[in-house]
């Protein structure tokens, strides 16, 4: 059974800077696309940054995190780290990670994801 846990989460003023961690466990695939999503209340689940684990470690970003967010796989512990710097009030959701073991044409999307972590609120006061 895949497991998917997300860590980090936290409260921090703006302009401050946080970590999210996803480990995913469990997982017989050598390679898979890794996302984190965002839903803040009342608003639709947001692809923020993701990864393909392949040998091309391909990333995407949404543009209204490009230059502030940085996705990044350590092999050795299974794990890909969120880095969020400059966090603004508008960055405050619950932050998801989503893994699927094949690469996804649309990474951000959350269509086609097959297994979700629990989520790890993240809130950013002004």
């Known amino acids: 059974t895949v497991q998917v846990v997300e860590s980090g989460g936290g409260s921090v003023q703006s302009g401050g800077a946080l970590r999210l961690s996803c480990t995913v466990s469990?997982?017989?695939?050598?390679?898979?696309?890794l996302t984190w999503f965002r839903q803040a209340p009342g608003k639709e689940r947001e692809g923020v940054a993701a990864?393909?684990?392949?040998?091309?470690?391909?990333?995407e970003y949404a543009d209204s995190v490009k230059g502030r967010f940085t996705i990044s796989l350590d092999n050795t512990k299974n794990t890909v780290s969120l880095q969020m710097n400059n966090l603004k009030p508008e960055d405050t959701a619950m932050y998801y990670c989503?893994?699927?073991?094949?690469?996804?044409?649309?990474?951000?999307?959350?269509?086609?994801?097959?297994?979700w972590g629990q989520g790890t609120q993240v809130t950013v006061s002004s």
């Open positions: 989503a893994v699927q073991s094949t690469i996804l044409m649309r990474l951000l999307s959350p269509d086609g994801y097959s297994y």
């Open positions: 469990g997982n017989t695939f050598s390679r898979y696309s």
């Open positions: 990864i393909y684990t392949g040998s091309s470690r391909r990333t």
